[in-house]
């Protein structure tokens, strides 16, 4: 919340149901106010076997062209009937000025669907995720190239 939600938030604490008509009029007004794009310009493409994982951390590169994203055999190349997940995950990032090629930078086995490895940048040209390795929770860390000029 902004500084000023907190402070709307802690005046009307004490009167619920004041509270709660404002909040549902403020959640309204807020529905119909447009919100800036965030995606780069290129637009997405759709490939199969790709995730990313929970909503919390953003899969953007602070430049916005790499896309980070675990890619798992897709669904259409499974088994019939065979509901489980696969042991491993790639993990990597889509180049958005080449065409979506992925660049696979590692494997892990400590990932699910639904958070997948917790795969994150690191500044614009590290990304970090989490790993299982000779018994033990690992935090894998990879750079991917130096920026010229360091």
């Keep these: 919340m902004s500084r000023i939600e907190n402070f709307v938030n802690r005046k009307v ?3 619920p149901s004041c509270k709660r008509v404002l909040k549902d009029t403020y959640q309204r007004i807020c529905s119909v106010i447009p919100v800036k794009n965030t995606l780069p310009p290129s637009g ?3 490939l199969p076997g ?3 994982g929970f909503h919390d951390v953003c899969p ?8 980070l994203t675990h890619r798992v055999e897709s669904d259409r190349d499974r088994r019939l009937g065979d509901n489980s997940r696969p042991r491993h995950c790639e993990v990597g990032f889509l180049d958005c000025h080449n065409d979506y090629t992925f660049h696979c930078l590692g ?13 994150q940048w690191v500044g614009d040209h590290c990304a970090i995720w989490n790993d299982f390795r000779d018994g033990e929770l690992v935090s894998t860390q990879y750079r991917i190239w130096e920026p010229k000029g360091l």
């Design 60 to 67: 953007w590169s602070a430049s916005g062209i790499r896309l």
């Design 107 to 119: 494997t892990t086995t400590a990932w699910n669907w639904q958070e997948g490895a917790r795969l």
């Design 13 to 15: 604490d004490r009167y």
């Design 50 to 52: 790709h995730f990313f």
């Design 44 to 46: 997405l493409k759709i």
